[in-house]
Protein backbone atom coordinates (compact mmCIF):
# COMPACT_ATOMS: atom_id res chain seq x y z
CA UNK A 1 0.00 0.00 0.00
CA UNK A 2 1.75 2.96 -1.23
CA UNK A 3 -0.46 5.62 1.03
CA UNK A 4 -2.08 7.28 -1.96
CA UNK A 5 -5.72 6.60 -2.16
CA UNK A 6 -7.77 7.48 -5.12
CA UNK A 7 -11.27 7.37 -5.86
CA UNK A 8 -13.72 5.74 -7.82
CA UNK A 9 -11.46 2.55 -8.80
CA UNK A 10 -13.39 2.17 -11.58
CA UNK A 11 -15.83 5.02 -13.00
CA UNK A 12 -18.12 4.16 -16.51
CA UNK A 13 -19.47 7.29 -18.28
CA UNK A 14 -20.99 8.32 -21.35
CA UNK A 15 -19.81 10.55 -24.32
CA UNK A 16 -20.21 14.31 -23.47
CA UNK A 17 -20.31 13.43 -19.55
CA UNK A 18 -17.97 15.19 -16.67
CA UNK A 19 -16.47 12.89 -14.04
CA UNK A 20 -14.17 14.01 -11.10
CA UNK A 21 -11.18 11.76 -10.03
CA UNK A 22 -10.10 12.08 -6.61
CA UNK A 23 -6.63 11.61 -5.18
CA UNK A 24 -5.46 11.81 -1.23
CA UNK A 25 -1.63 12.29 -1.18
CA UNK A 26 0.44 10.27 1.82
CA UNK A 27 0.41 12.26 4.65
CA UNK A 28 3.17 15.22 4.62
CA UNK A 29 3.55 15.36 0.57
CA UNK A 30 3.11 18.59 -0.90
CA UNK A 31 3.46 17.83 -4.94
CA UNK A 32 0.58 15.80 -6.38
CA UNK A 33 1.11 14.30 -9.54
CA UNK A 34 -1.56 13.54 -12.36
CA UNK A 35 -0.98 10.56 -14.97
CA UNK A 36 -2.89 9.46 -17.99
CA UNK A 37 -2.13 6.01 -18.92
CA UNK A 38 -3.63 4.75 -22.20
CA UNK A 39 -3.16 1.59 -24.61
CA UNK A 40 -1.86 4.17 -27.75
CA UNK A 41 0.00 6.51 -25.39
CA UNK A 42 1.44 5.03 -22.57
CA UNK A 43 1.92 6.69 -19.31
CA UNK A 44 1.73 10.47 -19.60
CA UNK A 45 2.57 12.90 -17.25
CA UNK A 46 -0.68 15.52 -17.05
CA UNK A 47 -0.11 18.19 -14.48
CA UNK A 48 1.19 19.02 -11.16
CA UNK A 49 0.47 20.67 -8.00
CA UNK A 50 2.34 21.76 -5.36
CA UNK A 51 0.87 23.11 -1.61
CA UNK A 52 -1.94 24.24 -3.76
CA UNK A 53 -0.41 26.15 -6.54
CA UNK A 54 0.17 24.47 -9.97
CA UNK A 55 3.59 23.54 -10.98
CA UNK A 56 3.93 22.15 -14.03
CA UNK A 57 1.57 21.19 -17.26
CA UNK A 58 2.12 18.24 -19.47
CA UNK A 59 0.01 16.76 -22.21
CA UNK A 60 -3.37 17.80 -20.59
CA UNK A 61 -6.15 18.76 -22.64
CA UNK A 62 -8.04 21.61 -22.51
CA UNK A 63 -11.14 19.88 -21.40
CA UNK A 64 -9.57 18.76 -18.33
CA UNK A 65 -8.85 20.61 -15.36
CA UNK A 66 -7.45 20.05 -12.20
CA UNK A 67 -7.04 21.68 -8.70
CA UNK A 68 -5.43 21.15 -5.37
CA UNK A 69 -7.27 21.81 -1.73
CA UNK A 70 -5.99 23.45 1.42
CA UNK A 71 -6.16 19.88 2.97
CA UNK A 72 -3.82 18.71 -0.15
CA UNK A 73 -6.02 16.48 -1.52
CA UNK A 74 -6.53 17.02 -5.56
CA UNK A 75 -9.31 16.71 -7.78
CA UNK A 76 -8.93 16.13 -11.86
CA UNK A 77 -11.83 17.12 -13.66
CA UNK A 78 -12.34 15.91 -17.33
CA UNK A 79 -15.26 16.95 -19.03
CA UNK A 80 -16.85 16.95 -22.68
CA UNK A 81 -15.46 13.05 -22.45
CA UNK A 82 -14.78 11.29 -25.77
CA UNK A 83 -14.17 7.54 -26.58
CA UNK A 84 -10.54 8.03 -26.66
CA UNK A 85 -10.53 9.46 -22.98
CA UNK A 86 -11.18 5.75 -21.95
CA UNK A 87 -8.08 5.12 -19.96
CA UNK A 88 -6.36 4.39 -15.90
CA UNK A 89 -5.27 7.89 -14.56
CA UNK A 90 -3.08 7.55 -11.50
CA UNK A 91 -2.22 10.05 -9.23
CA UNK A 92 1.31 10.21 -7.33
CA UNK A 93 2.39 12.32 -4.63
CA UNK A 94 6.17 12.89 -3.54
CA UNK A 95 7.93 15.11 -0.74
CA UNK A 96 9.38 17.75 -3.45
CA UNK A 97 12.51 16.13 -5.56
CA UNK A 98 11.42 12.70 -3.77
CA UNK A 99 10.14 9.65 -5.24
CA UNK A 100 7.05 9.46 -6.36
CA UNK A 101 4.24 7.17 -4.68
CA UNK A 102 1.50 6.18 -7.01
CA UNK A 103 -2.34 5.63 -5.74
CA UNK A 104 -3.99 2.34 -7.32
CA UNK A 105 -5.58 4.24 -10.59
CA UNK A 106 -9.16 5.35 -11.44
CA UNK A 107 -10.02 3.24 -14.70
CA UNK A 108 -12.62 5.51 -16.85
CA UNK A 109 -14.63 3.70 -19.83
CA UNK A 110 -16.55 6.00 -21.51
CA UNK A 111 -19.34 5.13 -23.32
CA UNK B 1 13.13 16.97 -24.39
CA UNK B 2 13.86 13.89 -22.01
CA UNK B 3 13.20 10.69 -23.55
CA UNK B 4 13.13 6.60 -22.11
CA UNK B 5 13.73 3.70 -24.44
CA UNK B 6 12.79 0.17 -23.30
CA UNK B 7 13.49 -1.97 -26.22
CA UNK B 8 11.93 -5.01 -25.17
CA UNK B 9 8.60 -5.06 -25.37
CA UNK B 10 7.78 -8.23 -24.15
CA UNK B 11 10.08 -11.01 -22.51
CA UNK B 12 9.18 -14.63 -21.18
CA UNK B 13 11.84 -16.76 -18.76
CA UNK B 14 11.14 -19.80 -16.99
CA UNK B 15 11.17 -19.81 -13.61
CA UNK B 16 14.78 -18.93 -11.48
CA UNK B 17 16.00 -17.85 -14.98
CA UNK B 18 17.60 -14.25 -14.41
CA UNK B 19 16.53 -11.51 -16.71
CA UNK B 20 17.48 -8.68 -17.43
CA UNK B 21 15.22 -5.45 -18.79
CA UNK B 22 17.11 -2.69 -20.94
CA UNK B 23 16.68 0.91 -20.29
CA UNK B 24 17.86 3.48 -22.46
CA UNK B 25 17.42 7.65 -21.18
CA UNK B 26 17.74 10.61 -23.21
CA UNK B 27 18.46 14.02 -21.43
CA UNK B 28 20.06 17.53 -21.47
CA UNK B 29 20.28 17.74 -17.57
CA UNK B 30 22.89 17.48 -15.54
CA UNK B 31 21.28 16.09 -12.54
CA UNK B 32 18.63 13.97 -13.36
CA UNK B 33 16.79 10.53 -11.08
CA UNK B 34 16.37 7.34 -12.42
CA UNK B 35 13.38 4.99 -11.56
CA UNK B 36 11.86 1.40 -12.13
CA UNK B 37 8.25 1.02 -11.69
CA UNK B 38 6.02 -2.32 -11.46
CA UNK B 39 2.87 -2.70 -12.59
CA UNK B 40 1.73 -6.32 -11.80
CA UNK B 41 -2.07 -7.33 -13.16
CA UNK B 42 -3.85 -5.72 -10.79
CA UNK B 43 -2.87 -2.42 -12.49
CA UNK B 44 -0.93 -1.05 -9.46
CA UNK B 45 2.35 0.93 -10.04
CA UNK B 46 4.63 0.28 -7.45
CA UNK B 47 8.69 1.75 -6.82
CA UNK B 48 10.89 -0.54 -7.07
CA UNK B 49 14.14 1.34 -7.47
CA UNK B 50 15.61 4.90 -7.60
CA UNK B 51 18.91 6.54 -8.78
CA UNK B 52 20.35 9.87 -8.91
CA UNK B 53 22.65 11.05 -11.85
CA UNK B 54 25.23 11.64 -9.67
CA UNK B 55 25.80 8.35 -7.87
CA UNK B 56 26.54 5.86 -10.29
CA UNK B 57 27.49 3.03 -7.49
CA UNK B 58 25.89 -0.28 -8.63
CA UNK B 59 23.99 -1.81 -6.12
CA UNK B 60 21.90 -4.80 -4.53
CA UNK B 61 18.58 -5.47 -2.86
CA UNK B 62 17.45 -8.69 -2.68
CA UNK B 63 16.66 -10.29 -6.20
CA UNK B 64 17.07 -7.06 -7.77
CA UNK B 65 19.94 -4.97 -8.71
CA UNK B 66 20.50 -2.70 -11.41
CA UNK B 67 23.33 -1.43 -13.58
CA UNK B 68 23.06 2.35 -14.43
CA UNK B 69 25.84 3.68 -16.65
CA UNK B 70 26.05 7.13 -17.78
CA UNK B 71 28.91 6.52 -20.79
CA UNK B 72 25.90 4.69 -22.70
CA UNK B 73 22.88 6.59 -20.48
CA UNK B 74 21.36 3.24 -19.70
CA UNK B 75 19.61 2.05 -16.35
CA UNK B 76 19.65 -1.73 -16.74
CA UNK B 77 17.59 -3.65 -14.10
CA UNK B 78 18.28 -7.63 -13.46
CA UNK B 79 15.77 -9.78 -11.10
CA UNK B 80 17.87 -13.17 -10.06
CA UNK B 81 16.10 -16.16 -10.03
CA UNK B 82 12.89 -15.15 -11.41
CA UNK B 83 9.61 -16.07 -10.06
CA UNK B 84 6.07 -16.46 -11.07
CA UNK B 85 5.35 -13.57 -8.95
CA UNK B 86 7.62 -11.42 -10.95
CA UNK B 87 5.44 -11.73 -14.05
CA UNK B 88 4.07 -7.81 -14.57
CA UNK B 89 4.99 -4.94 -16.50
CA UNK B 90 8.17 -3.12 -15.49
CA UNK B 91 8.42 0.69 -16.65
CA UNK B 92 11.63 2.87 -16.64
CA UNK B 93 11.17 6.30 -16.43
CA UNK B 94 13.31 9.57 -15.94
CA UNK B 95 12.87 12.69 -13.83
CA UNK B 96 14.73 15.92 -14.62
CA UNK B 97 15.59 18.55 -11.90
CA UNK B 98 13.05 20.59 -13.30
CA UNK B 99 12.15 24.46 -12.74
CA UNK B 100 14.93 25.19 -10.24
CA UNK B 101 16.70 22.69 -7.82
CA UNK B 102 14.12 23.31 -4.76
CA UNK B 103 11.65 21.09 -3.66
CA UNK B 104 8.79 23.20 -5.26
CA UNK B 105 10.60 22.47 -8.94
CA UNK B 106 8.75 19.76 -10.87
CA UNK B 107 9.85 16.77 -11.38
CA UNK B 108 7.04 14.53 -13.54
CA UNK B 109 8.13 11.41 -14.77
CA UNK B 110 8.68 10.55 -18.49
CA UNK B 111 8.34 6.85 -18.67
CA UNK B 112 9.30 4.30 -21.47
CA UNK B 113 6.37 2.20 -23.41
CA UNK B 114 7.08 -0.64 -21.00
CA UNK B 115 8.32 -4.48 -20.85
CA UNK B 116 6.03 -6.77 -20.25
CA UNK B 117 8.02 -9.93 -18.39
CA UNK B 118 6.00 -13.27 -17.90
CA UNK B 119 7.93 -15.64 -15.80
CA UNK B 120 6.99 -19.56 -16.41
CA UNK B 121 6.48 -21.92 -14.12
Known amino acids: DSGVTQTPKHLITATGQRVTLRCSPR?????VYWYQQSLDQGLQFLIQ???????AKGNILERFSAQQFPDLHSELNLSSLELGDSALYFC??????????FGPGTRLLVL | AQKVTQAQTEISVVEKEDVTLDCVYE???????LFWYKQPPSGELVFLIR??????QNEISGRYSWNFQKSTSSFNFTITASQVVDSAVYFC??????????????????FGKGTKLSVIP
Open chain 1, 49 to 55: YYNGEER
Open chain 2, 93 to 110: ALSEAGIGWSGAGSYQLT
Open chain 2, 51 to 56: RNSFDE
Open chain 1, 92 to 101: ASSVGRGTQY
Open chain 2, 27 to 33: TRDTTYY
Open chain 1, 27 to 31: SGDLS
